[in-house]
């Protein structure tokens, strides 16, 4: 509940974890966590006991199971029942309150009159988080809501919450809400929810995926899940929900409490890290991943030749490659074949007239790949072509089933096709997943997946049959919750009408998943944010460009300007990777081993991107958009020269760890540090 940037690792980061492991196991993970860290201690109070950590002090009324969150010094942010509510079950009359406190552990227990468990709830504290895990004895069949951190009166003290926070909708909200359903940015978002109290921002959200798709503060305090715990008695659990033990059980909680949001977020990545939902560390990225991508969706918007249109052929897919390569100076990068390449939505059979069927396609593909491009395919979720169950959905496109028979066969045979090397193959580098947002509100068969956890395991099934099909396949999606970094290898931002609202959800991906890569998106950029968000996207990720010759309003993208924006973008392949932060009053950095790697300038109006040298020296290249005197950050200590494009040595300041040059617009110039 701090701060604090320390991670409680867990070992074998790199291995594949189940994010929705039972909570039996991840019970163990989580005090096999604790015995490795610091903990709190237990102080005996009149009324009580007092659980101090790190940063945070719980005040447990025993008398009545009343937690009151507090700061070191004692400033309470909030109180609540540790308890929940699903119903008259959840509470029968006649019943009694067991509460017991041990060592860093309460545990509340409602006993009916005949002494059967009514309910019950696990608090563990942390030095940096609580955790919290609830499970229901009921065999409940209704359509019930289950709400948690309520008594059935009275749920989290609103009284002092002047501001919410969500990662679904930054910007400042009374009572947070997220949704993975709906047309969503993120999807999902990271699983967590913040309040502003006196205390700081308390932070409230899921450990594991869980069987469901919303996560909101109800006007009582209660914080809902909108479980469907008339299917959860009578499916297993396996972390995301489900019965067990002769209860229903529910994913964890994870509680923070930090001074700003994005704290939160980062100590939530640590929190479900050591929990073993997510890796501790970004999985490793093959060094293509990093090439500036190029997707044609901008242009096919800009003119007129989107989805199924006749225009959309594999001669304009070959026209607008060499259009990028000419106008913007890229020579490689990854290109996206948008929507829709294919016969139909869901097939992986390209259209026979507008690609030629399979061998166009192959033929096309084969061609890029032979100029030094990498391809990804649109792929469109949940959309027919791949086998549905029992699925429905109110939404445009048709739902498959994850969880029905077969689908894991079929999937796994449609990502070969598309990503395969072999005859009647593809041979494509990877994927740009679309409608994740798109989830069915019915699956065949529950035990495998509702909700979150049903998108999961779609993920889950095409993220390992595209690297069972080559080993450094990229899938790109927009899940931006840890728990999907195991079944994707980049978070993309998203279609976005700003650089602010990108940068909005840049920094929550780069909290959430420190490490991740990210892919910029472009969709759709003007002429007054494109520089900006180029520059950007080329220090915190992957920067992508989505027009030829001409914006979305139609108007021509000036030469210059094309080729500021390619000069810039094709950077971003020389960095790695690394982890991005903020800079204060704006900005971004990108540090690799604590090392400055690449910094946005001037309020992202220029961009500096260093690689390291044979011999000990580093390399830098920089660029500014607007001209004029610009101070350059050093990574480190040592001698520095600037050159530009036309061999010319440019005189330099130096004040600190800082150079000064004057630089002209647009042009590239080389730094060297020795």
């Known amino acids: 509940m701090g701060s604090a940037l320390g991670v409680v690792a867990m070992p074998g980061a790199r291995a594949r974890v189940r994010p929705h492991m039972a909570a039996g196991a991840c019970a163990a993970l989580l005090l096999a ?8 201690h237990i102080t005996p109070a009149a009324s009580g006991s007092v659980i101090g950590a790190q940063s945070y002090r719980l005040a447990v009324d025993t008398s009545n199971g009343t937690i009151t969150v507090q700061t070191p010094t004692g400033v309470a942010a909030t109180s609540f029942p540790l308890a929940m509510w699903a119903g008259d079950e959840a509470r029968p009359a006649g019943s009694r309150l067991q509460i017991r406190v041990a060592g860093n552990t309460v545990t509340e227990t409602r006993l009916s009159s005949t002494g059967a468990v009514a309910q019950q709830a696990v608090l563990t504290a942390f030095p940096r988080w609580v955790t919290v895990r609830y499970a229901l004895g009921s065999d409940e069949e209704e359509a019930v809501t289950p709400q948690f951190f309520f008594d059935g009166s009275r749920g989290l003290d609103m009284s002092k919450v002047n501001a919410g926070f969500s990662p679904d909708a930054p910007g400042s909200i009374g009572r947070p809400s997220l949704a993975t359903t709906g047309r969503r940015p993120l999807a999902p978002a990271p699983l967590q929810i913040q309040m502003h109290t006196p205390g700081g921002y308390l932070g409230i959200g899921l450990m594991q995926v869980p069987d469901a798709t919303e996560l909101r503060v109800d006007p009582s305090g209660a914080i809902s899940v909108n479980y469907p715990l008339h299917l959860l008695h009578s499916i297993p659990d396996s972390g995301a929900g489900g019965w067990s033990g002769g ?64 225009g959309f052929t594999a001669a304009w897919v070959r026209n ?66 791949t086998p549905s169950g029992a699925a429905s959905i109110g939404s445009e496109v048709a739902a498959v089933d994850p969880t029905a028979t077969g689908f894991q066969d079929a999937m796994s045979a449609t990502v070969t096709e598309m990503l395969g090397q072999g005859p009647g193959d593809l041979g494509a580098d990877g994927l740009k997943l679309d409608w994740e947002y798109a989830i069915p509100e019915v699956t065949s068969n529950p035990a495998l997946g509702i909700g979150d956890a049903a998108l999961y395991r779609y993920l889950e099934v095409i993220h390992t049959a595209a690297h069972g099909a080559r080993s450094d ?32 959800r840049a920094a929550i991906v780069a909290a959430a998943e420190p490490g991740v890569l990210i892919d910029g998106d472009g969709w759709q950029t003007t002429p ?5 968000h180029v520059l950007s996207s080329t220090v915190y990720g992957v920067p992508a460009l989505y027009f030829g010759g001409t914006w979305a309003s139609g108007k021509p993208v000036p030469d210059a300007t094309a080729r500021l924006l390619g000069s810039v973008a094709s950077l971003a392949a020389q960095k790695g990777s690394g982890t991005v932060v903020t800079l204060p009053g704006g900005g971004w950095e990108l540090l690799s081993h604590g090392r400055d790697v690449a910094q946005t300038l001037d309020g992202e109006t220029g961009a500096v991107v260093w690689t390291q040298q044979p011999g000990g020296s580093m390399t830098g290249h920089v660029v500014s958009s607007i001209g004029g005197t610009v101070s350059i950050p050093l990574p480190r200590e040592g001698s520095a020269t600037v050159v530009a494009p036309n061999g010319r040595h440019v005189p330099l300041t130096r004040a600190g760890n800082r150079v000064g040059a004057k630089l002209t617009a647009h042009d590239i110039y080389t730094i060297t540090l020795r």
């Open 320 to 385: 607008f490659v060499s259009q990028v390569q000419q106008q913007y100076g890229l020579k490689r990068f990854t290109l996206v074949i948008d929507s829709r390449w294919e016969q139909d939505l869901g097939s992986p059979l390209p259209d026979v007239a507008r690609f030629g069927g399979v061998t166009g396609m192959r033929s096309l593909i084969d061609d890029l790949h032979a100029m030094g491009l990498r391809v990804l395919l649109w792929w469109p979720m949940w959309s027919t072509g």
């Open 247 to 310: 209860m229903i059980r529910f994913p964890a909680f994870v509680v923070t409490l930090t001074p700003d949001t994005m704290s939160g977020l980062s100590d939530y990545h640590a929190a479900v890290a050591a929990g073993g939902a997510a890796p501790a560390v970004a999985p490793q990225q093959a060094g293509w991943w990093h090439l500036p991508i190029v997707d044609t969706w901008g242009a096919q918007m800009a003119e007129h030749v989107i989805r199924g249109s006749g």
């Open 473 to 504: 396949a990229l899938v790109e999606a927009s899940a931006a919750s840890p728990q999907f970094e195991q079944v994707t290898d980049s978070v993309r931002l998203y279609d976005a009408w700003s650089e602010q609202a990108w940068d909005a």
């Open 528 to 532: 007054a944010d494109a520089v900006a």
């Open 33 to 40: 966590a604790l015995a490795v860290a610091l903990p709190g």
